[in-house]
T-cell receptor, first 116, second 114 residues
Framework: NAGVMQNPRHLVRRRGQEARLRCSPMKGHSHVYWYRQLPEEGLKFMVYLQKENIIDESGMPKERFSAEFPKEGPSILRIQQVVRGDSAAYFC??????????????FGPGTRLTVL | AQSVTQLDSQVPVFEEAPVELRCNYSSSVSVYLFWYVQYPNQGLQLLLKYLSGSTLVESINGFEAEFNKSQTSFHLRKPSVHISDTAEYFCAVSGDNAGNMLTFGGGTRLMVKP
């Protein structure tokens, strides 16, 4: 059973460009979370999605950031008009939310975004 | 609202010495507690978790953590560390409602020296 997959692993963008980060959850998992890890900091929650629905986006910046999890295909985190402050590691996690799992989340390897 | 505090940003220790990484949390609801480990340039791996039952939980590689409700703590311990334990360790908490996101502490960098 493959784990959570993220691509690309490394992404370099110039200021003003768009960044698209992809996440394929573990097989059988229908819940996806995105977290951001700024340099020398812990992970901060951004958004929680189920198939075709955004459940909680309380951690998402109000502008330039969006996320989706379509019926088919991976979840996408999109950052428009990137700025240097967007440079970070972005982690995706998935969860089966089966009863008794305590919301255990399985993390992907992350995408490291560098904005020049 | 929930929060997690890891008091020590870095913990240097010699190989084969014991170590404790501290974690305190605050929450208005019952919680689940987790420790994740992150090796350099890698993602997070679950080390151990407390959901219910026995307050002492163990991992397969010798770590253990004890849930202390009165002190709202979930400290991580290992009686004898190895060089390969060098990594960043994150304590995290989630509410007992399915679907709640994880709230992470700032992390503790464990540096094991020979």
């Amino acid at each position: 059973n493959a784990g959570v997959m993220q691509n690309p692993r490394h992404l370099v963008r110039r200021r003003g460009q768009e960044a698209r980060l992809r996440c394929s959850p573990m097989k059988g998992h229908s819940h996806v979370y995105w977290y951001r890890q700024l340099p020398e900091e812990g992970l901060k929650f951004m958004v929680y999605l189920q198939k075709e629905n955004i459940i909680d986006e309380s951690g998402m910046p109000k502008e330039r950031f969006s996320a989706e999890f379509p019926k088919e295909g991976p979840s996408i985190l999109r950052i428009q008009q990137v700025v240097r402050g967007d440079s970070a590691a972005y982690f995706c996690a998935s969860s089966p939310l089966a009863a008794g799992t305590g919301n255990e989340q399985f993390f992907g390897p992350g995408t490291r975004l560098t904005v020049l | 609202a929930q929060s997690v505090t890891q008091l020590d940003s870095q913990v240097p220790v010699f190989e084969e010495a014991p170590v404790e990484l501290r974690c305190n949390y605050s929450s208005s609801v019952s919680v689940y507690l987790f420790w994740y480990v992150q090796y350099p340039n890698q993602g997070l791996q679950l080390l151990l978790k407390y959901l219910s039952g026995s307050t002492l939980v163990e991992s397969i590689n010798g770590f253990e953590a004890e849930f202390n409700k009165s002190q709202t703590s979930f400290h991580l311990r290992k009686p004898s560390v190895h060089i390969s334990d060098t990594a960043e360790y994150f304590c995290a908490v989630s509410g007992d409602n399915a679907g709640n996101m994880l709230t992470f502490g700032g992390g503790t960098r464990l540096m094991v020296k020979p």
